[in-house]
């Protein structure tokens, strides 16, 4: 079977802010390897006999974040991703993200934090930390 695949989606103008609303852009690949981890917020309320309750914390609850890497990347693809996260600097952006021939699930993450590694003077290679969001 044909494994997930993951992309990001920069839009035009994604990288320099020239017209970034127009359409054409570019779809980048992350390598394979990459990470989900959820976490489910929960509010417990703890009682003396051992009791507790739990209940979702608001509406949606669940944590998710992924790690993600660019690996071994020429130095000016690399560069280009840096400048797309610096300028959206913790605005959203669109994770595609296709598992086993399914349809594409498209969600919205922001970029908190990244890495760059010199790999060597034309090679680089950039790990990313993507939150998932749930907004408009």
Do not use: W
Request: net charge neutral; proline share 3%; hydrophobic share 35%.
């Amino acid at each position: 079977g044909i494994m997930a695949v993951y992309k990001i989606v920069v839009p035009q103008g994604g990288y320099d802010g020239t017209n970034p609303t127009a359409s054409g852009g570019e779809d980048i690949a992350l390598d394979r390897g990459a990470t989900r981890r959820v976490t489910q917020r929960v509010l417990t309320a703890q009682f003396g006999d051992g009791y507790s309750q739990r209940v979702k914390a608001g509406i949606n609850p669940t944590d998710e974040i992924f790690n993600v890497k660019f690996g071994n990347r020429s130095r000016a693809e690399v560069n280009k991703l840096a400048a797309f996260f610096d300028r959206q600097s913790g605005s959203k952006f669109s994770l595609v993200v296709t598992e086993h021939n399914e349809s594409d699930n498209t969600i919205k993450v922001v970029c908190d934090q990244y890495n760059i590694t010199y790999v060597n003077s034309e090679l680089h290679t950039l790990s990313a930390t993507l939150k998932r969001v749930f907004e408009p």
